[in-house]
């Protein structure tokens, strides 16, 4: 049921910016973009959301497309401890708290 | 840390026995949810209460069931456990049951169920 696809891992050197991508192609016009991530068999946290426009904040950036069939999440300074999976979402438009996770991607940030 | 707390963190069943999970939802959240994430993929969603009310429900069975009380904390019940049950059940809480301005879910860290 996810409706987003995303690489399954990606690695980046540390101090160095992560690009994220994410696939949304199905995305309706009042559906936001998530994104959160998970360290290792920790529970999910919220990194970032958006709209349309793009969006900041102290942890990440968010560049959604202007067709809004896909966005990037950016980490400006990838640190090891960024190393996680990232899951972008689509939160539903009538179910607003039913997330859809898909498989995510393994950012492995190395020294 | 988010204030959401579950319990216990670790379980150990067997095969057509039935399980309860516990959630403590962050202060001032009326909105609990549930996921099931089996081991190398993604959360799926389980089902939704808000003010004490299933108000979503994602592709389970019947014997997955729930419950929210008045102080908004919530229960995960699964009845007949299978070998496939085994997974991280997470419990999170946000505020506003229907408002898609409400943000983030704050997510506790997770009931691990092993079922044999």
């Known amino acids: 049921d996810a409706k987003t696809t995303q690489p399954p891992s990606m690695d980046c050197a540390e101090g160095r910016a992560a690009n994220l991508p994410c696939n949304h192609s199905t995305i309706s016009g009042n559906e936001y973009v998530y994104w959160y991530r998970q360290i290792h068999s920790q529970g999910p946290q919220y990194i970032i959301h958006g709209l349309k426009n793009n969006e900041t904040n102290e942890m990440a950036s968010l560049i959604i497309t202007e067709d809004r069939k896909s966005s990037t999440l950016i980490l400006p300074h990838a640190t090891l401890r960024d190393t996680a999976v990232y899951y972008c979402?689509?939160?539903?438009?009538?179910?607003?708290?039913?997330?859809?996770f898909g498989s995510g991607t393994k950012l492995n940030v190395k020294p | 840390e988010t204030g959401v707390t579950q319990s216990p963190t670790h379980l150990i069943k067997t095969r057509g026995q039935q399980v309860t999970l516990r959630c403590s939802s962050q202060s001032g959240h009326n909105t609990v949810s549930w996921y099931q994430q089996a081991l190398g993929q993604g959360p799926q969603f389980i089902f939704q209460?808000?003010?004490?009310?299933?108000?979503g429900r994602g592709n389970f069975p019947p014997r997955f069931s729930g419950l929210q009380f008045p102080n908004y904390s919530s229960e995960l019940n699964v009845n007949a456990l299978e070998l496939d049950d085994s997974a991280l059940y997470l419990c999170?809480?946000?505020?506003?049951?229907?408002?898609?301005?409400?943000?983030?879910?704050?997510f506790g860290e997770g009931s691990r169920l092993t079922v044999l």
């Open positions: 999170a809480s946000s505020l506003g049951g229907g408002n898609p301005n409400t943000g983030e879910l704050f």
């Open positions: 209460y808000y003010r004490e009310e299933e108000n």
């Open positions: 979402i689509v939160r539903e438009k009538y179910n607003f708290n039913k997330f859809y």
